[in-house]
Structures are given as structure tokens and as C-alpha cells.
């Protein structure tokens, strides 16, 4: 039974505009001689190149001179191994140095898609019938590096969405790293990641139950200023460090716009990206507390870390890895509630099949449970979820995507138990979604992909993304799908 898809009129496209002001290091001896040649100039000529930077850039980013500031305090200790006194360098002087210490990276220049979508917290104000909502994308630019940007809007009682005007000065936030660990939890990630154990025992050893960072970080960096050390035992040792710098917490300003604030990778664990958040409004038991969470993929160019993220007002956000045997792999999704006292997720640890996972802490994820499998001719590579699930009187509606000949991407729909989400309760035959025509083309063709859809004026809301270039959104009558779905079974 085919489900009648009404897609909306508005495309969210690229902006090579929207760019960061980004920490840039040119090797060290390369640095150095920078620095040489700017420490050589005159007083005039520091502040003559300085007001020209700041004439061109200043109105490009916010508070620029904090940032360059910053930059040049990164590379201090490159400056006193050159015997220069840091302190006694000028204002003008430091802050022309960070200049060459920063570059812009244009932060959605390739891509701007796989969105999900939330509930606002903010919901006065509006007439009936509407919903304040804020929409995640993943976005790309050059060397294909993922960040998480913003766009906020207003579904109006005939799903229509108006979308809040983009600010112009693009955020980065503070970052706050953890600093105490416990030694159990972490030797059990690092095994999880394939760490080599030989390599690991010799550095672990010797630190306490509970050790800090700055401790293990030094241990650390002793073993790898070892000029004899094998590439392999270089790698187990930066994985270490990695995963402990994978702890974090993000605060941005409060005069800044949510479209203005971007999560650009941070850690080692993620310099080469941040994939595919599935954003979700998660109701605490008590029904009067909720926060915002969402998983998301951590890439370094040769190792994936699942993480989560967490927030209670898009200012401050909380991150942290996943942990356990079902924590592997992409795809996963986390249910918007408790179910039966615990946490659930969605995951796809094989990269084939959808499994179901339960927890009594939401860090904390083992014992995945087979859930789909591949049925269809659409979805016969592979089938995953297409953001958390979605809570209905009729039961968990799950928005799954399947990968089908010439790896194309369609999106389907799944229903299963409120009580017992393990129970499939009906299944679309037919893609809910598939690429049309004008769809095809893009970064990836033929894909069409979400990360997390919401329910509003009794219509499934679906964001999703055209060939991993562009994003858009469709309708879906509740009473149509719920009705297909089981009549499916």
C-alpha cells in the first residue's frame, strides 16, 4: 500500500559565505620562521599589516582580535623555544602573529544535508496550530570535513515552515575538556576500539582507579618523544590520547543566534569530522524535565567513535563517547523516553541489519538485539534507521532508510510495540521516499536520507537530504501511514 508524500517547495542549499575563522599551524619550523620574519618588522609596519587584516576581516567575525589573540597563544611555546621573552612581545605584535595563525574555512561550501529536527524549547508567542522547531544539518567544506550547524523555524497549521533569518558572524564555542577519568571505563573503550592491549598495559599500569588527564597525557607524550618508536605503537598511543580528548564540554555566547553557532570537530577523535547527529527532545520520567540529545559519529580519517551530545538550551552542550559492545559502528538512534525504566537505542552494529539495544545508563550500550533485516528488494544492502523513533498512540513509528540496487538510498517507514519496541507491529513494502528525477544528482546521486523527523498538526514532519548536497522537507498524513503500516503486517 503506497503512503502519498506531499513534498514542500523550500531547499536549503549550500552557502560557501558562512565561514570560521579556524586555528592554522604550518609545521613547526615553518612557524618559526614566520614568526622570524614578523618579529623583524618595525612598529609601523606591524600595525599597518594588522589595521589592513582587520579592515578586510573584522566585519567577517565576530570579536576577531580575541580570536587572534588566542591563535598566538597557541604557538607560545614555539615562540620561547626561539628565546623570544612572550611577555615582552607588543599587543599589536601578538595579535599580527595569530593573524598568520588563522585562516577561514568555509564551513558548508560542499554540502548542507542529512537533517534531523526538535521541538523547540521556546514555544511562546505562536498562534494555533504552530510549532517553533530547530533543524540540524550536517555540514561540509573543503576536505570533506563535517561540522553541525543550525537553522530555526516556524511550522505553521498548514506544515508550512518559515525559516528565521541566518546571522552573519559564524561561533565557534569555549571548550572545557574533562579532566579526571575512571581507569576501568576507559581501559574498556580502548578495547572496544581495537586498541592494542600490549601497548595499552604499558601505559595504563602505573596510573590510579581514577587519573587525570594532564597525568596521562605526559605519560604519554614521554613514550611517543621515543625517535625509535614503531608506527605501530604510535598509533595505539594516539588513539589513547584521543579518546581521552573526546570528553568535553561546549559553551557559546549568549549574544549569539543558533545560526551562528556551528560544533566544528574539536578533538583528535574527530578531526576529520562530525557525521550524521540524529537529534532527539528526550522527556525525563518526571514529565517535567526534557533535554535535547543526539548521537553522532566521531571520524579521524581511519577510526569511527560513536558519541553523544547533549543540551538543555543550545548554549551549553555536553559531550562524551559511547561505550559497549553495541556502541559500534554508525546509525545509531536514541528512543525520546525511558522503556520500562531504561534507555533504549536503535543501532546498526553489523552495518546491514537494525537492532535494538536497552541501558540503564545512556553511555552505556551492550547486548544489541536483531531487530530488521533486509526484505525488500529496495533495501536488500543494507537497512538503518533514519533518525529516533517516534512516539504515536498506535505505537513507535521508526523512519528507516534502505540501500537497494546502484546503491540507492530510499526512506521507509516501520511500526512497533510501545511496550515491547522489539515487536514489529508493520512495515512499509514499497519506499516511503525515493529519489526523484531532480533529486538524483548531488555529491552522492541518488540518495535521499534523514536523521530525525518530528510529528506536528497530526503530519509526520520529514527533513531530509537530496544526494548529500542539499536538503529539504515532506509531509506525510499520520492517519494515512499509521494505517498503512498496519495493514502491512
Not at 574498556?188 to 590510579?208: F, G, N, R, V
Not at 566544528?264 to 525525563?284: K, L, N, T, Y
Not at 533504549?344 to 537494525?354: K, P, T
Request: glycine share 4%; charged share 25%; net charge negative.
Amino acid at each position: 500500500m503506497r503512503v502519498s508524500v506531499i513534498r514542500k517547495n523550500i531547499k536549503f542549499t549550500p552557502d560557501s559565505r558562512r565561514v570560521v575563522a579556524r586555528y592554522f599551524m604550518n609545521g613547526e619550523e615553518r612557524t618559526k620562521q614566520m614568526v622570524a620574519r614578523i618579529m623583524v618588522l618595525n612598529d609601523k609596519q606591524v600595525l599597518e599589516t594588522l589595521e589592513q587584516t582587520l579592515r578586510e576581516f573584522a566585519r567577517r567575525h565576530r570579536n576577531i582580535s580575541a580570536i587572534f589573540f588566542r591563535h598566538c597563544e597557541q604557538i607560545r611555546d614555539v615562540i620561547e623555544s626561539m628565546q623570544i621573552d612572550y611577555d615582552a612581545i607588543s599587543l599589536d605584535r601578538k595579535m599580527l602573529i595569530g593573524s598568520y595563525c588563522t585562516m577561514e574555512y568555509a564551513i558548508e561550501s560542499a554540502a548542507i544535508f542529512n537533517p534531523s529536527i526538535v521541538e523547540d524549547f521556546d514555544q511562546s508567542g505562536l498562534e494555533v496550530g504552530e510549532k517553533r522547531v530547530i533543524i540540524s544539518f550536517r555540514a561540509t567544506g573543503e576536505g570533506h570535513i563535517s561540522s553541525i550547524v543550525f537553522r530555526r523555524g516556524i511550522l505553521d497549521k498548514d506544515n508550512n515552515l518559515l525559516v528565521m533569518k541566518i546571522g552573519h558572524n559564524i561561533d565557534k564555542a569555549e571548550i572545557e575538556h574533562k579532566t579526571l577519568f575512571n581507569k576501568e571505563r576507559f581501559l574498556l573503550k580502548l578495547s572496544e576500539m581495537h586498541t592494542q592491549d600490549k601497548y595499552i598495559s604499558q601505559i595504563m599500569q602505573d596510573l590510579p582507579s581514577e587519573f587525570e588527564f594532564a597525568v596521562l597525557k605526559s605519560v604519554v607524550n614521554t613514550a611517543l618523544s621515543d625517535p625509535s618508536i614503531r608506527q605501530e605503537r604510535r598509533t595505539a598511543l594516539e588513539e589513547i590520547i584521543w579518546l581521552a580528548d573526546s570528553f568535553y564540554d561546549l559553551q557559546f555566547k549568549h549574544d549569539s543566534d543558533i545560526t551562528e553557532r556551528v560544533i566544528f570537530p574539536i578533538s583528535e577523535s574527530e578531526s576529520r569530522g562530525i557525521e550524521d547527529a540524529r537529534f532527539v527532545r528526550f522527556d525525563d520520567d518526571d514529565d517535567e524535565s526534557s533535554r535535547v540529545m543526539a548521537t553522532y559519529t566521531a571520524y579521524n580519517g581511519h577510526t569511527i567513535l560513536p558519541k553523544l551530545i547533549s543540551t538543555e538550551d543550545f548554549y551549553t552542550f555536553r559531550v562524551m563517547p559511547l561505550h559497549g559492545a553495541g556502541a559500534q559502528n554508525k546509525n545509531l538512534a536514541l528512543f525520546p523516553r525511558k522503556i520500562k525504566g531504561k534507555y533504549a537505542m536503535l543501532s546498526r552494529i553489523d552495518g546491514v541489519n537494525n537492532y535494538i539495544m536497552y541501558s540503564d545508563r545512556v553511555t552505556q550500550w551492550n547486548n544489541p538485539i536483531l531487530l530488521q533485516e533486509p526484505r525488500y528488494t529496495w533495501e536488500l544492502t543494507q537497512i538503518g534507521n533514519c533518525g529516533s523513533p517516534l512516539w504515536t498512540s498506535e505505537g513507535w513509528l521508526v523512519i528507516t532508510h534502505g540501500v537497494g540496487t546502484m546503491r540507492r538510498y530510499c526512506i521507509g517507514a516501520s511500526l512497533f510495540d510501545l511496550d515491547n519496541p522489539s515487536q514489529e507491529i508493520g512495515r512499509l513494502s514499497e519506499p516511503l521516499l525515493s529519489p526523484l528525477e531532480d533529486e538524483r544528482e548531488g555529491y552522492v546521486p541518488n540518495v535521499v536520507y534523514s536523521c530525525g523527523a518530528i510529528i506536528h498538526n497530526n503530519s509526520l514532519i520529514l527533513p531530509y537530504a537530496v544526494s548529500d548536497y542539499s536538503s529539504t522537507y515532506a509531509v506525510v498524513d499520520m492517519i494515512e501511514l499509521l494505517d498503512a503500516l498496519k495493514k502491512s503486517k
